[in-house]
C-alpha cells in the first residue's frame, strides 16, 4: 500500500527474508499475514547468516517434550 500511494520507492526487509526465504512467494500467493522474524539479531553470528531465534526456540521447545 505504501509503495502503491507513491509514499515510498522501496521498502527494506533484509531480517524477514533471513526468517523466511519464501516471503516473497507468500505475499505475491496473497498470504498476507506478518513475517516470523522478530528482528532479534541473532541472524548474524561467527557460522555465518541465517535464523538463529527459531532454531533456538526449536531445540528449547523439543527439550520440553
Not at 500500500?1 to 522501496?10: Q, R, T, V, W, Y
Not at 528482528?39 to 548474524?44: E, G, I, Q, V
Request: aromatic share 6%; hydrophobic share 30%.
Amino acid at each position: 500500500k505504501i509503495i502503491s500511494a507513491d509514499n515510498a520507492d522501496m521498502i527494506s526487509m533484509s531480517r524477514p527474508f533471513i526468517c523466511e526465504p519464501d516471503l516473497v512467494s507468500k505475499i505475491k500467493e496473497g498470504i498476507s499475514e506478518e513475517s516470523q522474524c522478530v528482528s532479534c539479531n541473532l541472524c548474524f553470528d561467527s557460522t555465518g547468516i541465517k535464523c538463529n531465534y527459531f532454531k533456538k526456540s526449536e531445540t528449547s521447545n523439543s527439550s520440553l517434550n
